[in-house]
């Protein structure tokens, strides 16, 4: 029996009402305790990524296997201990736990609780930008119900309910098994990389989905038209142009992603000085910084319509509407294929294939998961 949407709806929000303080509130209620992170495998730089936002301190880090030494913080260049159980037994018994890995969390838990640490001490490793279900319900729930009888394959479903978790619970979603090697594993078996891509990375970073990009035309024998990579982040761009100078075709465009051509403000993380990954504003304050962004429309207005792109790749931390707003005669006439971020607003999920549909009603899409944890939710249109 194929349970509807208000059904699955109405089970995960009976769970956050009652869903109980996380570390975040605990730490900031109880600032005198030290913070523990359990587990130095994969997630723990998750972990500590999380606390670094949530700013909350970490004294260091716990694992089974302490000869691991240290864990090295790529944020603010530091590094924590790793301690053996006993150590962390003898020096923080009066710590908060957070374990960070997802797969033995409850075992590590009844472990902890049997040799003595109080349950009300240990926690698991969830998202801290919850919303309340009040919230939800009033601003977000026909949204994402419009979402999930919009998608018509019942895994993009599934992947609907994933968010709303991780919106309410703080639930962490798992990759989809076809995603191994980033955004460029098609969810769709016909759909295949052509000669003569034109590809757009927005959002380019340190130029690592254009290397993607490249590497994969090179592995199916086929050359790309040309490759435009756009990114408001000086530092960025200086070394994304770095890591692809030895390719050809390729224009690293020193500008954001928008709706038109303008100058926005770029909202500055103190916690991460050296490679900004932040999203744009409209209005400055203390922490911005002026960037000129423009709209892909007006960037290729002056090029052939052959010369448009087929491939557009949107990461560009909440600015992916806009920026589809700003494409819209290039899709209207081109019908590039999309693969655009879902994750940085709630609203993502039915507003991103909204916009779509307004400007083509043609496309079909699909919603995948390329990485464990809160992020990387990504929308298909083809």
């Not at 496309?363 to 390329?370: D, E, P, Q, T, V």
Request: glycine share 4%; net charge negative.
């Amino acid at each position: 029996m194929i349970r509807s949407f208000d059904e699955l709806y109405c089970e995960i929000e009976e769970k956050a009402l009652l869903c109980s303080d996380d570390i975040f509130f605990a730490a900031k209620r109880e600032p005198q305790r030290p913070v523990v992170l359990y587990g130095a495998g994969g997630n723990c730089e998750l972990g500590i990524y999380t606390c670094d936002s949530m700013m909350v301190p970490i004294s260091c880090v716990c694992d089974s296997n302490a000869k691991k030494g240290q864990i090295y913080n790529y944020k603010n260049r530091s590094f924590y201990e790793v301690i053996s159980v006993e150590r962390l037994f003898e020096k923080y018994s009066d710590a908060l736990i957070l374990i960070t890995t997802w797969q033995y969390d409850q075992e590590i838990k009844s472990s902890l609780c049997r040799c003595g640490f109080p349950e009300n001490r240990i926690f698991s490793l969830t998202s801290p930008f919850r919303i309340s279900p009040v919230e939800f319900r009033e601003r977000y729930l026909n949204g994402y119900r419009w979402a999930y009888n919009m998608f018509q394959d019942a895994r993009s479903r599934e992947r609907v309910m994933d968010m709303i978790r991780n919106r309410l619970l703080g639930f962490p979603c798992y990759r989809d098994a076809l995603y191994t090697d980033g955004y460029l594993s098609f969810p769709f078996p016909d759909e295949q990389l052509r000669d003569h891509e034109i590809y757009i990375d927005g959002g380019t970073y340190i130029g690592d989905t254009a290397l993607e990009f490249i590497q994969k035309m090179q592995n199916a024998n086929k050359q790309y038209g040309y490759i435009y990579s756009f990114d408001p982040e000086p530092q960025n761009c200086k070394i994304a142009k770095q890591n692809l100078e030895q390719y050809e075709r390729i224009q690293i465009v020193p500008c954001g992603l928008w709706n038109d051509k303008t100058t926005l403000y770029l909202k500055y993380n103190p916690t991460d000085p050296d490679l900004i990954v932040n999203y744009l504003v409209r209005s400055p304050d203390e922490e911005t910084f002026n960037v000129p962004v423009t709209s892909l429309d007006i960037f290729f207005a002056d090029k052939e319509e052959s010369d448009w792109p087929t491939l557009i790749k949107m990461d560009i931390e909440g600015s992916e509407n806009e920026a589809l707003k700003g494409s819209e005669k290039i899709i209207k006439k081109k019908k590039p294929r999309l693969m655009i971020s879902a994750y940085h607003k709630p609203e993502d999920i039915y507003e991103l294939p909204q916009t779509i549909l307004m400007i083509r009603d043609d496309y079909r899409f699909s919603l995948w998961k390329l990485g464990d944890g809160f992020h990387d939710m990504v929308l298909y249109a083809f």
